[in-house]
């Protein structure tokens, strides 16, 4: 079995799916104008324990246990000894073939076969009964392999597959105990002037593993927080048209918030992307990457123009292990 490391970077896109439905909250708090104290505090709220159940969730980022590349030709899966990846969490000891099949004219397709003896009981692919035949590895919803609480998933990355394990039983969910924020502070709520790059620029957004990833960046916010003045520079996911994404690091990742990065969802400004206006940032809804809560993911690390040399103590502290 290969292990990867350093672990295989998710899909940057599949970030996005876990805060997908956070974002339309985010959408409709960053959109209109600063709320009264009260039901700032009542929506912040809402939102913190809302993530809290994302990341707690039976598909959240604590149940990925693992991302395993998959060589040309068959690759068995299951956790006995003799499978070429081995699955080391509750399961049949053979789950299937996965086999990568090349095409003389075309790209390689990647095809369930079932082991010696046929599929396991309960074995179940998008949720019906498990058969052989071609798997979807592409978009946002590859086939999905399941059993019980386990699922598999092949994943088309840079010309080549990988195969993602999830463990709904995993001891990463089982440990969870809650996400560490800091206390809600008005103060990191803040109202910034929004001037757009026409057209869009290409922004290349580096990786933990050493790739870019080639996003546009529509224009820039820019704030004043204790008299400085800073800018920040967001990027557009695919299929996330009514949403800006900001990747930042600031100060406190020296000693209080992940390391690497924080990211921050809003919506859009108040005239739209393309002409001047207004947007409001609140950092209290900082939140961390998929990487602050498992080894196997990694993430999109913020440009150089987002590293800000100020202390934004608000949102989502280090996820303590």
Not at 18 to 29: E, G, I, K, P, R
Not at 159 to 173: H, Q, T
């Amino acid at each position: 079995m290969t292990r990867l490391l350093p672990p295989l970077a998710l899909s940057f896109f599949t970030c996005a799916t876990l805060f997908s439905s956070t974002t339309s909250a985010a959408q409709q708090a960053h959109s209109a104008p600063i709320p009264d104290d009260a039901q700032w505090r009542r929506d912040l709220s809402a939102w913190q324990a809302q993530r809290d159940a994302q990341i707690a969730g039976p598909d959240g980022w604590l149940t990925l246990i693992g991302m395993e590349w998959l060589k040309p030709g068959v690759n068995s899966i299951g956790t006995a000894a003799d499978n070429t990846i081995r699955i080391r969490a509750q399961a049949p000891g053979h789950i299937g073939l996965l086999t990568v099949i090349g095409k003389p004219q075309g790209p390689e397709t990647v095809q369930l076969l079932s082991p010696s003896g046929g599929f396991p009981s309960d074995l179940k692919i998008d949720g019906n009964p498990a058969r052989e035949g071609a798997l979807s590895v592409e978009g946002a919803k590859p086939s999905t392999i399941s059993w019980h609480g386990l699922t598999v998933a092949v994943l088309s990355r840079g010309g080549r597959f990988v195969l993602r394990i999830k463990d709904a039983g995993s001891p990463a969910r089982s440990a969870f105990k809650g996400l560490n924020w800091f206390p809600p502070d008005a103060h990191f709520q803040v109202a910034a002037q929004w001037f757009p790059y026409n057209p869009a620029h290409i922004e290349k957004i580096p990786t933990g593993i050493g790739t870019t990833l080639d996003l546009p960046t529509p224009g820039v916010a820019e704030f004043t927080i204790d008299n400085r003045t800073m800018r920040l520079e967001p990027v557009i996911e695919p299929g996330a048209d009514g949403t800006l994404f900001f990747i930042l690091r600031d100060d406190t990742s020296k000693t209080t918030t992940y390391e690497t990065a924080r990211y921050l969802h809003t919506g859009l400004p108040n005239h739209g992307l393309g002409e001047s206006g207004q947007l409001i940032l609140d950092f209290n809804r900082l939140e961390n990457p998929p990487c602050a809560y498992t080894p196997y993911a990694n993430c999109p690390q913020p440009p150089a123009q987002n590293r800000l040399q100020v202390a934004l103590e608000a949102g989502e502290k280090r996820y303590a292990h």
